[in-house]
């Protein structure tokens, strides 16, 4: 067995030699690349995509995973060798049920779709790219259907991201966390807003930067196997274990966009960077999950960041930096600001609680558009109805509206949201484990030390990357399945506190 | 023949956008990669280098090739098809009669010898790289005995830098060469040296970089399809014909150095990004030769870069930047300073006269080397009596001797020197026959006009990329040969003028 072990390995290995390569082109693109590289820059970058599809789903590929299976079989479930076959088997299974040629037409409709969106935003004309939507809608149902067997036709495009969640799982607790959220939003909302003046003063680009890589670097980012720039839209990016990168936009007159984004991606990047150097080079080598990559993200981003102890041990530092802007600024003040809860318009610049109903408005269009109970040209009035309806907000057009973000024009409809919500609820969970582990990590966070909360969550869940799913991951860590109490019960803690509730 | 045709254009597609993701990899790791990503982007350039190599010699291209010869035949030799054609037709011969798994192993070894000579250059120790650079010259030697039928053993090293150019040309060129310029550096060097103080004063980066990027976007580097990054040896790499870029490095106490550089390498991406975008995703995309290239960036650097002309336009500029460090510095001083002859021992900071003894020296020593009428083992010395010899300068130790070039500890010993010499001949060259064409160039200079000659070698050079051979292209562009005559008069005018010869 150690010959086909070590070809299906050695094939792995260039399919991810092509993925990560196709990365960095991708980074370059998202942060140096001059305008006139666009159009050699898609085409190579659609090249590697597509030498990597190939060799993923050589039928030689296949026929190792069938030779190898009494070898997994022999092994622990939770083996390395056991874990890559399993998970290098589940991909090969679903990639060879699409066909290659499909997922060219899906990545050039898409990048199509994406180039009409820049302009039809700013525009705001969603008749522009309605037409466009209806063909990305049709695809989308296409790629469900080349999966079989489903129960919702959502199914497997969650699977994709979310790989053991199904609709109705997804509904569930989406519908309990509502339940949960509508009366706390209620009862902050019926209150005055929070004044967060403070953050909109002007802050220079050098130190907004400064700051918030000081931060990073003491949350235990490793900036030998990383390094942040700019660009547009933040992201986080995988090049191997030893390079993870992360971007960030600046504005000098939003404190909190540069910071807490900086913050989110460096927990996206943590989990990257903490997966065991064993599984480089595999399926295996990154977080495992949307919902759980984002739960990371959004404990490093909220949970910690925007906690109470950490700006009692930050701001007197923030306020070192910008001495002019926070002279005469409480603690209480500022921690009020970065934590102002407000029915908006915006998913991005969303708060903590109100957050995740933007997120269940887009997961339940989806799946009326995928169920077609939706139909494509009623989709901005149905985004306006929601917004009316959840969060009580009617936006003055559609550019705020259905036109906001940036997934359903660029990628697919289907699968692409609930990964948000799913990872504020794990966070609370993770972190719920990680105090029951350790009762003294808030007391840590508030001497800006982090390496308690950092080492329980790479044993705990970063080594392992994709050797389990999400479900697995979940059981593994709190012993049950996912649960939505620890992270309601870190809301109304943190905000029944912040607003007398 | 039009189904061949386009078969061919599109495996030599896939070829191009493997070697230019190759590219992006490589700048990458030049620019911004963190320590950590060395390991696994080493391992990603190898594969991407292989599946490159794999593609292009496929033996249906060679059946392509084969069957496309009486359409090749039919078409008027310049065309852009039957240049396509030929030229890789050339590669593919070349790349098929050397193993893949050779061209492997010595990717590899070199990327063993150049990490020893990172630190056996510091601690001066050759012995350590010495039994590294022996099987360097015998890898050299199989190489070159891959390709039957030459006359000196160098000729097929040679020939792949500097195609239609052999031992015996260059030896003879360099021959006639060392006659003339020998006079000339003794009669310099006999007199007092140049003041070139004024030049270490202490130069902020900012300004450094500022001006740099002013001259160059005025030369006509087009910075929607270029930029400028920071790395430790200046180099240009082109992506795509929209995506040329060069970068530099800035020594505060040295002002030459940074901006040299910068004109250099845009000399080199003028030539890339002013190649006819009909050859865009094909071998002939890029510039024809070593020396054909280097004519470039040595033309933009020193003929035009160097000139009193010049200066007499940017450098009250300059004074304006730096006004401290230039004041009372008159422009005949600063002119004197950057073109200041001396004997010295790092080929990289050589002034324009005397490089080129410099490049002859490596040059016959691998020639030495490849017939084995010199061992390694006695190549420390040979270096030095040479430069005792030709240059009159003895180095304190190896570290600015043998081992301060990287070129034969990293990839190959022969065919990657003459290059230099053979660019510096070809800029006077064809200087000569733009100021024919257009006498009122070095007016236009004087005015910070760049225009008449960049079009002039944008149609007579640039467009044309790799259809020619470098001694083609100098028969259209001079009919007749390569002659040593014009760049000996440049030299002769010029420091006849500064030194009163």
């Known amino acids: 067995m150690q010959a086909e072990l070590q070809d299906l390995k050695n094939r792995l290995l260039e399919v991810d030699d092509l993925n990560r390569a196709t990365a960095v082109l991708s980074w370059d693109q998202s942060t140096y690349m001059p305008s006139g590289g666009a159009e050699a820059r898609a085409r190579q970058m659609a090249t590697l995509g597509k030498l990597s599809h190939e060799k993923f789903t050589d039928v030689a590929?296949?026929?190792?995973?069938?030779?190898?299976?009494?070898?997994?079989?022999?092994?622990?479930?939770?083996?390395?060798?056991?874990?890559?076959?399993?998970?290098?088997?589940?991909?090969?299974e679903r990639m060879t049920k699409v066909p290659a040629a499909f997922v060219a037409e899906m990545t050039n409709h898409g990048a199509?779709?994406?180039?009409?969106?820049?302009?039809?935003?700013?525009?705001?004309?969603?008749?522009?790219?309605?037409?466009?939507?209806?063909?990305?809608?049709?695809?989308?149902?296409?790629?469900?259907?080349?999966?079989?067997?489903?129960?919702?036709?959502?199914?497997?495009?969650?699977?994709?991201?979310?790989?053991?969640?199904?609709?109705?799982?997804?509904?569930?607790v989406f519908g309990e966390l509502r339940a949960q959220l509508v009366p706390i939003v209620r009862a902050i909302t019926q209150q005055a807003e929070a004044d967060d003046s403070c953050l909109r003063v002007g802050y220079p680009e050098a130190g907004q930067l400064a700051f918030g890589l000081d931060v990073i670097k003491q949350y235990g980012y490793d900036f030998?196997?990383?390094?942040?720039?700019?660009?547009h839209h933040p992201f986080c990016t995988t090049f191997s274990i030893g390079d993870v990168r992360i971007t960030t936009r600046v504005r000098e007159n939003?404190?909190?966009?540069?910071?807490?984004s900086t913050l989110h991606e460096a927990g996206h990047a943590m989990y990257e960077q903490g997966v065991s150097t064993a599984l480089e080079g595999t399926p295996l080598a990154g977080g495992t999950s949307a919902g759980v990559h984002e739960s990371q993200s959004r404990m490093w981003e909220n949970?910690?960041?925007?906690?109470?102890?950490?700006?009692?041990?930050?701001?007197?530092?923030l306020q070192q930096q910008f001495p002019a802007q926070l002279k005469g600024v409480s603690l209480d003040t500022f921690y009020r600001a970065i934590n102002k809860v407000q029915r908006s318009l915006i998913r991005v610049d969303a708060d903590e609680v109100t957050y995740n109903l933007h997120v269940m408005i887009r997961f339940d269009l989806e799946l009326q558009l995928l169920e077609g109970s939706l139909e494509i040209r009623d989709l901005a009035e149905a985004w306006h109805e929601r917004y009316e309806t959840d969060l009580g907000v009617t936006a003055p057009d559609d550019r705020d509206g259905v036109l906001q973000d940036v997934h359903w024009y660029a990628f697919i409809i289907g699968g692409v949201f609930q990964g948000y919500t799913l990872g504020n609820i794990l966070s609370g969970l993770f972190y719920q484990k990680a105090l029951e582990a350790?009762?003294?990590?808030?007391?840590?966070?508030?001497?800006?030390?982090?390496?308690?909360?950092?080492?329980?969550?790479?044993?705990?869940?970063?080594?392992?990357?994709?050797?389990?799913?999400?479900?697995?991951?979940?059981?593994?860590?709190?012993?049950?399945?996912?649960?939505?109490?620890?992270?309601?019960?870190?809301?109304?803690?943190?905000?029944?506190?912040?607003?007398q509730l």
């Open 303 to 317: 949970i910690v960041g925007r906690s109470r102890g950490f700006w009692e041990h930050f701001y007197p530092q």
């Open 112 to 172: 199509s779709t994406y180039q009409v969106w820049t302009e039809a935003r700013p525009a705001n004309d969603f008749r522009r790219v309605q037409p466009l939507l209806e063909k990305t809608l049709d695809l989308s149902r296409r790629m469900a259907n080349y999966i079989s067997g489903y129960e919702h036709i959502a199914d497997p495009l969650i699977d994709q991201m979310d790989y053991g969640m199904k609709a109705a799982d997804v509904r569930r």
């Open 438 to 499: 350790h009762p003294e990590i808030p007391a840590e966070i508030g001497r800006g030390k982090f390496d308690t909360l950092h080492n329980w969550l790479k044993s705990n869940i970063y080594q392992h990357g994709s050797k389990f799913t999400a479900p697995e991951l979940i059981e593994r860590v709190t012993g049950g399945p996912l649960r939505i109490e620890p992270y309601i019960q870190y809301l109304r803690t943190k905000y029944g506190e912040l607003y």
């Open 224 to 231: 030998n196997r990383g390094r942040q720039d700019k660009t």
């Open 254 to 260: 939003d404190l909190g966009d540069a910071l807490f």
């Open 61 to 92: 590929v296949g026929r190792l995973l069938d030779a190898l299976r009494p070898y997994e079989e022999s092994l622990p479930y939770d083996s390395d060798d056991a874990s890559l076959i399993r998970v290098t088997r589940r991909q090969y």
